[in-house]
C-alpha cells in the first residue's frame, strides 16, 4: 500500500474500480482497464524528488501536474486493484447516482451582440449552476455572416477573462481558426489560460470557414484542402509544444525549431479537440490526432452517422473509438414552458440542431444525442439571453442527466 501527502494535487479524480475504471485527469475523462492505468501510475514516480513524502512500491509524482483542485491523501494498493482520493476542494462526478458515466452539459456563449457584463454573468451562472464546460467561439465579425457590424469580442481574451471568472467547469473555445492563430502563439495563449484556470482549459481547433473575416483582415481562405492541410499541421506542433519540453517539428507551414513553452501547463495532457464535419479530412484528423472531437447544429440523423464513421476511423488506425470524445452544440431554443416555447419559435424560427420546446421536449432531444454517442451536449445562447428558459434549463433538464 502506498500513502502519500501531496502538499498540491490540481484537479484530479481516480474513483474506486474493480475491472473497468473511470479515471478523471484533469476532468477529461479516460476509459479503460486497470492495466491501462499502470503506465499513468508510472508517471508519477519520483514524488520524493518534488519534496513529498511517500512509501511503497510505486511513489505517485507528478501528481501536481494533473489538474486543479487538492487532496489531503492518495492511496493506492501495490495490485493496482483499487484506488482512492480523499480530496478536500471542489471536483464534480463523471458517474450519475445510478454509478454510470454521466453526461456532461456545457454552455456554449458566442460572445456577439452581447454586453460584457451580461456575458460575464452568464458565466458565472453556469458555473454555479453545475454547468459541466462552458465555451466561446473564435470570430472577428458576426456569425452567421450578416454585414460585419455586429460588435463582437475577441476569443483569447474572452477566454481568459471567463477562466478567472469561474472556477468549476472546465472552459474552451469551440473552436479556434487554424488560420488566425499561429500555433505556437495559441500555445502560450493557451497555457498562461491554463494557470488562469488552474487547469481546466481544452482546446478547440478548426480549418476556419469565414470567409468575410479571412477576407476583411487579410487571412488567406484556401481551398478545403489547403485549410485541412494547415490544420493538420497545427494540431502537431500543439501538442509537441504542449507536451514536450523542447520542440522541433517542419511542416509545411510551421515550423518550430529548439522551441521551449515556459511554464508547462497545469494538465500533463491538456485535451485537444477537433471541430467540423469533413468526412474526407477533419474526422480522420480527429481520430489520429485528437483527444475529442466536436461539431456544431447538426441533426440527430447526421450526428450518429458521423459518429459511426468516427468509430471506424478510430479502428483503422488501431484506435479504441472510446478514447475519443464526441461532443455536439445544439441551439437553445427552449422555452419555461409551451407557451414560451412557441413564443421563441416565432420570434428566433425553427432551426435544425437545437434543443427546443418545453423543458421535457429538450431532455427528449439532448438524450437522442447521447444515445447517437454524444460524451457532452453543449446549448448555444444567442442573445437576447432568456434567463428563464436558461433557469429552467438548470432545475428541470440538468437533473435528468444527474
Request: aromatic fraction near 8%; charge should be negative.
Amino acid at each position: 500500500m502506498i500513502n502519500a501527502t501531496p502538499s498540491r494535487v490540481p484537479h484530479a479524480e481516480i474513483e474506486h474500480f474493480k475491472g473497468l475504471a473511470t479515471v478523471r485527469l484533469d476532468l477529461f475523462d479516460i476509459r479503460s482497464r486497470p492495466r491501462a492505468i499502470i503506465p499513468i501510475l508510472r508517471r508519477m514516480e519520483g514524488l520524493g524528488r518534488r519534496g513529498h513524502k511517500a512509501t511503497g512500491h510505486t511513489a505517485p509524482a507528478a501528481i501536481d501536474t494533473i489538474g486543479a483542485g487538492k487532496y489531503s491523501s492518495f492511496t493506492l494498493d501495490s495490485d493496482v486493484s483499487e484506488i482512492s482520493t480523499h480530496r478536500s476542494g471542489n471536483a464534480r462526478s463523471t458517474t450519475n447516482k445510478e454509478g454510470n458515466v454521466r453526461l456532461k452539459l456545457g454552455l456554449h456563449t458566442g460572445q456577439q451582440d452581447i454586453e460584457m457584463d451580461e456575458l460575464r454573468r452568464m458565466w458565472r451562472y453556469a458555473d454555479d449552476n453545475g454547468f459541466d464546460f462552458i465555451s466561446v467561439w473564435d470570430h472577428f465579425y458576426e456569425a452567421p455572416p450578416i454585414d460585419g457590424n455586429s460588435p463582437a469580442f475577441e476569443s483569447i481574451a474572452a477566454m481568459a477573462t471567463l477562466a478567472a471568472d469561474t472556477k468549476n467547469a472546465r472552459i474552451g473555445c469551440h473552436v479556434f481558426c487554424m488560420t488566425y492563430r499561429n500555433p505556437a502563439l495559441l500555445a502560450n495563449s493557451i497555457m498562461t489560460i491554463d494557470h488562469v484556470s488552474h487547469g481546466r482549459v481544452e482546446l478547440g481547433i478548426g480549418a476556419g470557414w469565414h470567409v468575410a473575416e479571412h477576407t476583411a483582415y487579410g487571412f488567406p481562405f484556401d481551398s478545403p484542402g489547403v485549410r485541412s492541410d494547415r490544420l493538420e499541421d497545427g494540431v502537431q506542433a500543439l501538442r509537441l509544444l504542449l507536451t514536450e519540453e523542447v520542440s522541433n517539428y517542419s511542416g509545411e507551414f510551421y515550423e518550430l525549431t529548439d522551441a521551449k513553452l515556459y511554464p508547462r501547463p497545469v494538465q500533463e495532457r491538456l485535451p485537444i479537440v477537433v471541430g467540423g464535419r469533413g468526412e474526407r479530412r477533419t474526422l480522420p484528423t480527429a481520430t489520429r490526432l485528437a483527444d475529442g472531437w466536436n461539431i456544431a447544429y447538426i441533426p440527430l440523423e447526421e450526428f450518429a452517422r458521423l459518429n459511426g464513421l468516427l468509430d471506424a476511423l478510430c479502428e483503422e488506425n488501431g484506435r479504441d473509438p472510446a478514447d475519443l470524445e464526441r461532443s455536439v452544440n445544439l441551439h437553445m431554443r427552449m422555452g419555461t414552458n409551451a407557451k414560451h416555447a412557441a413564443r421563441i419559435e416565432r420570434e428566433r424560427g425553427s432551426i435544425a440542431g437545437s434543443a427546443a420546446g418545453t423543458p421535457q421536449q429538450a431532455i427528449e432531444t439532448i438524450r437522442s444525442y447521447q444515445e447517437a454517442g454524444a460524451a457532452r451536449v453543449s446549448v448555444a445562447i444567442r442573445p437576447p439571453v432568456e434567463w428563464d428558459a436558461l433557469q429552467a434549463f438548470v432545475e428541470e433538464v440538468m437533473p435528468a442527466f444527474r
